[in-house]
């Protein structure tokens, strides 16, 4: 029992969640909340149909999360219709990201999923006008930190966040999906190009499905912070699943990684879902060389990526596991950065600012 | 012009001249006095102008700023806004 | 699930060292671990009513109280909780470790118990009618509690009232009774027959002693009961009896502020509230006596 990842095991397969004993569960729902998935895990287990072959003890846990996932839900499109308000009378489009965009789009990958963040995409060229419009509104500045702040201007895809004065909510603003300094650049052009709108909701758009796909990939796979991994890898996974029934999805998403310059993400998502999680690529995409990387490099993220994907809870943990996290911090941040300034990011950071720590959206 | 937000139900409780307010859209609660919730009532029926519920609550002319102050507080909380 | 008292004192030290030690309060279920002498004492004299069990397959809250490592051991003893393996609080004097498991019990329930309407309030009950005392710190709501359970009121929760959300009835939740500084005295001198833990000096709220919650209270902690007044204490030295009627809508907002979990539950909180300041009339109650104070809930306790 000590070392089993229940977690991934039910994600992988929900129905399984009908066969569990009480002391499986009592540590599945440990590793669900230690993995930030508590409210994903019952949402699932409710669209599975299984809310009544489970034992008591969790159906009176899994009721307590009603509450909290209704009232998140109603905050997101509160969140969201406030600026749409704000940006309108600037004729400026607003694109949604992540958590925002699955919430409003009813996706399944939204379903139970709680964030802190909201994130959105707007041009570049607006981005002056946007930041005046928000704080006008009652948005400030979350960290006031000079280094901070000029690390996000000069290098990073986003204003610094932006926290609301009177609802204390945290607001990520982008204009592109990766920094000015990645390696790769995916044109947000492109983006906007493909994005769609909303039904129902003037003035609001989402990325087109193989975009979503492809931003959530590289959040995973470039970002420097995996404490949420299995969550972003789940994440892609519902997305694949949904927007896979298409089949013309699956034809897309390569040329369209390749036009992103976002192949090694691509892949390792692809590869990672369907390992872990049996997310049905098709042996086509599985098998393609685009993105892979050398042998041996790949051997090292496949041992890297096994350990962090894990439920993060001891019971998952070997020795190495802190190790590995350490390691692909160290990547995550080596991608968005060159390495010298990298250098003098992170011992500033050390030194100077406190860790901001909440859930991204 | 003003009108209920959309999506407000007023689901509200009331005791004596005071009233509790649920507001649907912003997930916030509102204590509110008979005539802040008489002009929400008014406009649960259909938009309205500002002259038309002065009419409607008998609101006498040296009242007209607290009527127009009040509807700009309802706006405030997200009750109501302009058509 | 057998009461506590039931176990041998060398076994109950065993499974709290294996984290093997289930123990029932109110609806929820505790998984208890920690090789920190005082928490088996302590547990043992304050919970030898409750349910107990070892070996329980499923526990809703895992409390695992424990010495920090590092250097720090050594200097200052220290407590932390460990929960599953992250720290989520600083680590406390190691002579709060009774007071840190209550704090960590209440916490966990109002972070995550939300079928409930949470209430930063003492509840307790008399003939099947409940009285829900609200109050801020410094209000005198623990000793008053204390006072009425020990005159004989049921108790269902001294710190925490959980109204339920399908029938608006409240939850018990019955654990020892946290009492500071110079109430802990008032109720020694009130009820000499009253069962105390230690008195833990320091704390961030001066000195703090538990109260052994009534056996009678423990073994009905599965009777909810209807709420039927609201009471606002305020204790004033000298002061004398006074019952003041608070409007029902003002009722609301004054519960509303007492509330963990109000803004989470959105409507169904808002119809829980409403349904409350229906059903149980708001006072405020001015008292500088207990015994006058007793008096009063013992007539109100009367009333038809």
Redesign the interface.
């Known amino acids: 029992m000590k070392r089993r990842a229940l977690l991934l095991e039910v994600l992988r397969a929900p129905g399984a969640m009908a066969t569990l ?3 499986e ?2 540590l599945l729902l ?1 590793q669900a ?2 993995s930030g998935m508590s409210a994903i895990l019952s949402c699932l287990a409710e669209e599975q149909g299984l809310l009544d072959l489970l ?1 008591a ?2 159906r ?2 899994f ?6 996932v ?2 998140h839900r ?2 997101v499109g ?1 969140e969201v ?1 406030q600026l749409a308000r704000v940006l309108a009378p600037l004729g400026v489009p607003l694109l949604l990201l992540k958590g925002a965009a699955y919430a409003l789009a009813e996706l399944p990958a939204g379903r139970g999923r709680l964030f802190s963040d909201i994130d959105i995409l707007v041009p570049e060229a607006a981005l002056g006008e946007v930041e005046a419009a928000l704080m006008l509104d009652g948005w400030v500045s979350a960290n006031p930190d000079p280094y901070d702040q000029r690390y996000y201007r000069e290098w990073m895809h986003e204003l610094p966040p932006m926290q609301h004065a009177r609802r204390q909510t945290i607001l990520d603003v982008h204009h592109a999906i990766l920094p000015r300094t990645a390696a790769v650049w995916p044109n947000p052009a492109l983006l906007w190009e493909a994005a769609l709108p909303l039904p129902g909701q003037p003035g609001l758009r989402v990325l087109a499905p193989v975009d979503m796909v492809l931003h959530s990939a590289v959040h995973l796979f470039h970002e420097g912070e995996f404490e949420h991994g299995l969550r972003g890898l789940f994440d892609l996974h519902r997305l694949l699943v949904h927007f896979g029934a298409d089949l013309g999805f699956w034809e897309a998403l390569p040329a369209r990684a390749r036009a992103l310059e976002v192949e090694r993400s691509l892949f390792y998502a692809l590869r990672y879902t369907s390992l872990m999680l049996g997310t049905p690529v098709p042996a086509t995409l599985l098998a393609a060389a685009a993105g892979r990387p050398p042998a041996a490099v790949l051997a090292l993220m496949d041992a890297l990526f096994g350990r962090v994907l894990q439920p993060l ?2 019971s998952c ?1 070997d020795r190495f596991g802190g190790a590995a996290r350490f390691a692909l911090y160290l990547r995550g941040n080596w991608l968005r950065m060159p390495p010298l300034l990298l250098a003098r990011h992170l011992l500033h950071k050390a030194l100077l600012s406190p860790r901001r720590k909440e859930i991204a959206g | 012009m003003w009108k209920l937000l959309e999506g407000q139900t007023l689901n509200c409780r009331g005791w004596d001249d005071e009233f509790m307010v649920y507001n649907d ?3 916030d609660s509102h204590l509110l006095g008979i005539d802040a919730m008489e002009l929400l009532r008014r406009l649960r029926s259909g938009p309205a102008s500002e002259e038309m519920l002065a009419e409607a609550l008998a609101v006498a002319p040296d009242e007209r700023e607290g009527l127009a102050l009040t509807l700009e507080q309802l706006a405030g909380l997200f009750l109501i806004e302009r058509l | 699930m057998s009461p506590l008292s039931d176990l041998a004192r060398p076994a109950l030290h065993a499974a709290l060292r294996d984290g093997n030690l289930c123990l029932r309060t109110g ?1 929820f ?1 505790l998984r208890v671990r920690s090789t920190l002498p005082a928490m088996a004492e302590t547990l043992a004299l304050l919970y030898a009513d409750y349910p107990a069990a070892l070996d329980a ?4 809250f ?1 409390i695992h109280l424990r010495r920090p490592r590092g250097l720090r051991r050594w200097v200052r003893p220290q407590v932390a909780f460990d929960m ?3 720290v989520p609080f600083q680590p406390l004097p190691l002579a709060q470790a009774f007071p840190m498991f209550e704090w960590v019990c209440n916490w966990y329930i109002s972070a ?4 409930y309407l949470l209430i930063h309030a003492a509840a307790v009950e008399k003939n099947g009618r409940v009285a829900i005392l609200p109050a801020p710190p410094g209000s005198g709501k623990s000793t008053l509690c204390a006072a009425l359970v020990c005159a004989g009121w049921r108790l269902l929760t001294d710190e925490m009232t959980l109204l339920r959300l399908d029938d608006g009835r409240v939850q018990p939740v019955p654990r020892p009774v946290s009492l500071k500084n110079a109430s802990i005295g008032v109720i020694r001198a009130f009820a000499p027959e009253a069962v105390f833990g230690p008195e833990v000096a320091d704390t961030t709220k001066g000195t703090i002693a538990h109260m052994k919650a009534p056996r009678d209270s423990v073994l009905r902690a599965a009777e909810a009961a209807a709420p039927a007044w609201i009471v606002f204490p305020r204790y004033e030295a000298n002061a004398s009896l006074r019952l003041e009627p608070i409007a029902a809508a003002r009722a609301f907002t004054r519960v509303a502020e007492n509330c963990f ?1 109000y ?4 409507r ?2 808002f119809d829980a509230l409403g349904r409350l300041v229906d059903a149980a009339p708001a006072h405020e109650l001015h008292y500088g006596q207990l015994p006058e104070a007793l008096a009063l809930f013992d007539r109100l306790a009367a009333t038809p």
């Open positions: 004993g009480l002391a569960w009592d440990r909340e230690h034992p003890p969790v009176t846990q009721g307590w999360l009603q509450a909290p209704r009232r109603q905050a509160w219709r809870h001891p943990e | 859209v912003s997930g | 609806p279920a397959p499923f526990a809703d895992h599953d393996g992250t995550r118990a939300h079928s979990n803004g989470l539950l959105g169904e909180g």
